[in-house]
């Protein structure tokens, strides 16, 4: 084992930790969302919406 093995292998084992905390956090918050959906705690924003409103703000803050 040559120690740049060694930290390559390392490097891809906390790849691969990290890869899977990040999605059970992402699975966690989906799940909490779609709760508050349905339960009418919050209510959804269109996509097309979402979109509009980024673009305003985009075009908005190239004139600064």
Known sequence: F???LS?????IYLRKAIDGTVQKLW???AS????????GTIEPIPGEEVLAQIRRSH????GC
Not at 32 to 39: K, V
Not at 59 to 62: A, C, D, G, H
Request: aromatic share 14%; net charge negative.
């Open 32 to 39: 909490q969302r779609r709760e508050e959906i349905r339960s």
């Open 27 to 29: 699975t966690a918050e």
């Open 2 to 4: 040559t120690p740049f």
């Open 59 to 62: 075009f908005l803050n190239e």
């Open 7 to 11: 930290v390559t292998s390392y490097l």
